[in-house]
């Protein structure tokens, strides 16, 4: 099943219409552009193609597709972004260039936090910052 019919399933067993805007918003998921993304990124790239679109209704949409489980979003510096990797992991956002990096991240963890306190988690949005490993080999060149 490719990606538009999995996000086009899941907001329909999630009772969300599926209209033509939300299909030119999930074209542009599927074009894995991004892997982090704002509201104003989908945005400015739809409305090329659907020049009736609000960023309201962007971000209306971009809602939808996060309840159906399609997507995450997270914050940074007061920012919303979206990102299509729905698994288990953290983000690093750089404190030099700004890029927003998946980081792989041990659930068991949390597991273990879950079972040490009676905690029940269903969910956890890890952001870090630091440096990426391009800024990191830079900063390292500089100091040497």
Known sequence: M??????????????????????EVINF??????NHFTA??????V????????LATVYNILR????????NSFEVNGKTWFETNVQFHGNLVCDS???IIDVEVDPGRFADLSSEASYKITGANLVMRGLCPECNS???IENH
């Not at 996000?7 to 939300?22: A, G, H």
């Not at 104003?40 to 790239?45: F, R």
């Not at 409305?47 to 609000?54: G, M, V």
Request: net charge neutral; proline share 4%; hydrophobic share 25%.
């Open 138 to 140: 830079a900063e390292q």
């Open 47 to 54: 409305k090329e193609s659907e020049p009736t679109i609000t």
């Open 97 to 99: 260039c700004g890029k």
């Open 29 to 34: 998921l599927e074009k894995g552009n991004y």
């Open 64 to 71: 939808a597709l996060k309840e159906s489980g399609n997507i």
């Open 2 to 23: 490719s990606m538009k019919e999995t996000y086009v399933e899941n907001l329909r067993k999630s009772n969300f219409k599926i209209t033509p805007q939300r299909l």
């Open 40 to 45: 104003e990124d989908v945005y400015s790239s």
